[in-house]
């Protein structure tokens, strides 16, 4: 049973099957079937990849469009850090918060501020006795279905707590709740601003039993779009905001290590990086570490597909953002505990979806095949047969999801040999 | 007794930074054929171990996976200077890495120790002079 709802998928139009997004997918979701893509929804982590490489834009991100507003009486906005990095001439970040209550929002409630109360007690947690070491960052939410997948050997390594986005939309709803009484719970709408699908499918699926208390996620590039028309430099500012330099810098990747005022950590970016990463933990292959923090994104959220501006230059805006910012806005003030609703708590369970068959057995003679078959192959991963490899492509006609025929290389060799054949027929 | 699946790694000892692929390359395996998490990390890490090994030592070899119902084995088989006192080798903190190696964070003298901790069962053939083959086994539960 596949109950996962994920937010990259295919215009199915659009797609000609060109094979692109078949050799940039980290998990090796997607296979070419009919000339058209096909995403295999136990695999796929929606980290985007596919979307920032399709040549011919098929592949999209499903999320809320800025109407989702109407469907509540009162709207909450929860920017994601990565939102100041986008604008060309913002010389105060208060801006953003003004233009957010121009475009329909009733309230905002910055991330950035719920990422400096995580970052003041993951300084905390690390401090705790028997934690297990390296703690890994429980932000992204790509790498935590990486992880979830493919390394469950790491789960205790995971930071036990909340993401920002959590405690920001927990926060922001106990707010609302206090100051406006007059409406019902249903009628408040708590709307994360996204840089990524991974977020629009944490949202709709929580993590392990827990529920998502977002009600809806839009993305950084439509409400970027609005929000420039609305934000004029010569209107007076009348928000405060209310986070420092810590919580911007979750933007990118290093903020939030930076947050813990400790130099035993380590941030690595990428997909393929923070897979390598996840790897060497494993294998014991790193140094003694305290904290790890890992985005999916090249750059961290900043270089999420659901934003409009280049990464790089995303960063540099942060730079300059952060000048006049104090250093963080919220401190812990409640005791030496960290409150119980800021931790995770359950855990999805590890389904082994790569395994051949539920039998050892077979399984083993499954993969006896494969590498039978794995021999045979030309070894090339020219990805004509609509696998990414000529590994996944024996794979899957050992499970039988593929024809050995599909090779054209090897067809090749049988229509040459064909044809000789013939040629010399004909001369007899 | 079933039969039993092979897998065979060469371990360039030319190449320091490659060292570990090996490893990575055998817990997609594991994976696939539905071998439990913990399982997979103890090959791994020993694994891991030996390969490094084999580089700093004996400039590479040949690793060997063999995957039966009941067991993981994994034998590193090295044509390396060999090991004089193997008791001595087994000791926490031992270590006969040159100084360019430690100063990379290796050759702390826990290699070989590791490699019996996460193993249920590890043997050493060593010939001065000729070559070193390490045969380590972890039980599938």
Partial sequence: MNTYEHSVFLDREKCNGCTTCLRHCPTEAIR???????????????????????????????YSKLDVLNNFKWCIALPAPAIYAQFDNLDEVERVNDGLLKIGFDDVFE?????????????????????????????????????????????????QMLPPIEIAAMLARQKAEREHPEFKSDEIGVIFISPCPGKVSYVKNGFGDYKSRVDAVVSISDTYFKLVNEMKPTDLVENSTNFGKIGISWAKSGGECAALLNEDYLAADGIENVNRILDQIEDG??????????????????????????????KAKLQSLRKYLPVSQNTVTDGPYIPE??????????????????????????????????????????????????????????????????CIIMMRDVVKEYLDTKEESNDD | MSEVLNFRFLVDGEDFTSAGQASVKVKKNLRQLGISPETIRRVSIAMYEGEINMVIHARGGVADVNVAEDYVEIVLADKGPGIKDINQAMQEGFSTAPDSVRSLGFGAGMGLPNMKRYTDYMDIQSTVGEGTTITMRVNIE
């Fill in chain 1, 341 to 406: 609703d800021y931790f995770l708590s359950s855990f999805p369970t590890y389904k082994p979806i790569s395994r051949l068959s539920d039998s050892m057995a077979e399984s083993m003679r499954m993969m006896a095949d494969i590498q039978k078959l794995r021999e045979q192959l030309p070894g090339i991963d020219c990805g004509s047969c609509g696998a990414p490899t000529c590994r996944a492509f024996a794979e899957d006609v050992v499970r039988k999801t593929a024809n050995i025929n599909d």
């Fill in chain 1, 285 to 314: 292959n790193i140094p003694k570490l305290e904290f790890i923090e890992l985005n999916a994104c090249i750059g961290g959220c900043v270089g999420g597909v659901m934003t409009v501006q280049n990464p790089f230059i995303a």
């Fill in chain 1, 111 to 159: 991330v950035a501020a719920a990422a400096e109360l995580v970052s003041a007690y993951t300084r905390m947690y690390l401090k705790t006795e028997g934690v297990k070491k390296p703690v890994i960052s429980s932000a992204c939410p790509v790498v935590m279905r990486l992880i979830t997948l493919r390394f469950p050997s790491l789960k205790d390594n995971i930071l």
């Fill in chain 1, 32 to 62: 070419i079937r009919d000339n058209h893509a096909v995403i295999n929804e136990q695999r796929c982590i929606d980290c985007g990849e596919c979307i920032r490489i399709c040549p011919s834009k098929a592949k999209k991100a499903a």
